[in-house]
T-cell receptor, first 113, second 109 residues
Framework: GAVVSQHPSRVICKSGTSVKIECRSL??????MFWYRQFPKKSLMLMAT?????????EQGVEKDKFLINHASLTLSTLTVTSAHPEDSSFYIC?????????FGPGTRLLVL | EDQVTQSPEALRLQEGESSSLNCSYT??????LFWYRQDPGKGPEFLFT???AGEEKEKERLKATLTKKESFLHITAPKPEDSATYLC??????????FGTGTSLTVIP
């Protein structure tokens, strides 16, 4: 199998606080993980590519100081939304690659009040 | 420019009415073409990978085919539970993927 989990599944936080989202590959090791953002009824928007043991590669327009990504092991990548604001409210989805196929997590719904 | 286009954007079918979704691509050096299903509020679920023109894969009521320019996802006798958004993606390197914008399928009982 190729199972990817995310935690938490949903989070509500106050404006100005930081939120950490975890992405784990449960039954395989992933040297590469991806982080996406998805707006309602829209397709996936790639935010960054996370490689184990090295710095993440961010897509154009994504603030790397705001969306901190750490890929410390072959089974875990984290996305930290720093000083969150209401406009950061969204559905965040991670994926991990196994044999060049992406397997997605269930997503994290973030609501910033 | 590398590009993936899915059509139609939305499709409504009566239960049992077979149809096809299209994914056309213009990329140099296709390594793989992927189909996913996404339900509202959930992450995409992997369905198929196709690697070369002429390849076909099936799973229950779904059949994916690939040519040098496009892929089709055929849905035979769909049921309401097949309602979802179907996403197509291509990879040109091991870590570079391009996604289409998806086809929203609604199957009416």
């Amino acid at each position: 199998g190729a199972v990817v989990s995310q935690h938490p599944s949903r989070v509500i936080c106050k404006s100005g606080t930081s939120v950490k989202i975890e992405c784990r590959s449960l039954d395989f090791q992933a040297t590469t993980m991806f982080w996406y953002r998805q707006f309602p009824k829209k397709s996936l928007m790639l935010m960054a590519t996370s490689n184990e043991g090295s710095k993440a590669t961010y897509e154009q327009g994504v603030e790397k100081d705001k969306f901190l990504i750490n890929h410390a092991s072959l089974t875990l990548s984290t996305l930290t939304v720093t000083s969150a604001h209401p406009e950061d409210s969204s559905f965040y989805i991670c994926s991990a690659t196994k044999e060049e196929t992406q397997y997605f997590g269930p997503g994290t719904r973030l609501l910033v009040l | 420019e590398d590009q993936v286009t899915q059509s139609p954007e939305a499709l409504r079918l009566q239960e049992g009415e077979s149809s096809s979704l299209n994914c056309s691509y213009t990329v140099s050096g296709l390594r793989g073409l992927f189909w996913y299903r996404q339900d509202p509020g959930k992450g995409p679920e992997f369905l198929f990978t196709l690697y070369s023109a002429g390849e076909e894969k099936e799973k229950e009521r779904l059949k994916a085919t690939l040519t040098k320019k496009e892929s089709f996802l055929h849905i035979t006798a769909p049921k309401p539970e097949d309602s979802a958004t179907y996403l197509c993606a291509v990879s040109i390197t091991g870590n570079q993927f391009y996604f289409g914008t998806g086809t929203s399928l609604t199957v009416i009982p």
